[in-house]
């Protein structure tokens, strides 16, 4: 942009704070000419971008999904037995949907399955379950033999069906939004999301909100094999 100069400090400024300096030295006349390319948002903007990214605060509110990605990163630093981070990446791909597109909402169900669902290690769950004195059916996966690792570590077994609901949600969402992801499955899945929370974005923050209260109570019982 014509005559303008770089502020002083733009090593410690990001780039959207540069381009409003920038922006803010125009004449008058120009500034108009930029605002008329201004789009309205296309998604409502969220309490903690709100709180940091335009306060300068800190975000102290309750946040399921950073609650849920502390909790697995603690698994991760402590090496524990039943759960593995499978890619350090994985937790910066997982988000809140943004927008109100059914395809960013089925992506993010795929990125936290990726995340939560299949750091469970099979092998050990099923040893856990053997030495918990259960016989493990060759046909069970990860959730299930979770599901009979809390029944043998004393948990009710209706108790233990209802802690594991929300990480089969996730897998099955996942699994049926891959499979008929064009298709009428697909779109009652949506309907259903939508009709119960409002918004894709309200539905991934329940679901992430109900594992991230499952996945402490798992830690919880499996907690000499979590340090």
């Not at 006349?29 to 309205?40: D, I, P, T």
């Not at 849920?68 to 791909?93: F, I, M, N, V, Y």
């Amino acid at each position: 942009m014509r005559g303008i100069s770089k502020p002083t400090t733009s090593t410690t400024l990001d780039r959207f704070t540069l381009n409003l300096i920038y922006l803010s030295r125009l004449p008058f006349e120009e500034q108009l000419y930029w605002k008329s390319f201004n789009e309205w948002p296309r998604a409502p903007i969220s309490r903690r971008a709100l709180k940091t990214d335009f306060e300068g605060s800190f975000f102290l509110e309750y946040d399921a999904l950073d609650s849920l990605k502390h909790a697995l990163r603690k698994l991760a630093e402590r090496g524990a037995s039943w759960w593995k981070l499978r890619s350090a990446d994985l937790p910066g791909r997982v988000h809140y949907p943004a927008t109100a597109a059914p395809e960013e909402w089925a992506g993010e169900v795929l990125a936290h399955d990726k995340l939560l669902v299949e750091g469970f290690d099979e092998r050990w769950l099923r040893k856990k379950v053997e030495d918990l004195g259960q016989s493990a059916d060759v046909r069970w996966r990860s959730l299930k033999l979770l599901e009979e690792c809390l029944i043998g570590l004393g948990f009710d077994p209706e108790h233990a069906r209802s802690i594991m609901s929300p990480l089969h949600e996730v897998h099955n969402l996942r699994s049926q939004l891959k499979g008929h992801a064009t298709g009428q499955g697909a779109e009652v899945l949506r309907a259903s999301a939508l009709s119960a929370h409002g918004s894709f974005r309200k539905h991934f923050e329940a679901l992430c909100a109900r594992c991230d209260e499952s996945l402490r109570t798992i830690m919880q019982g499996f907690e000499s094999d979590t340090a």
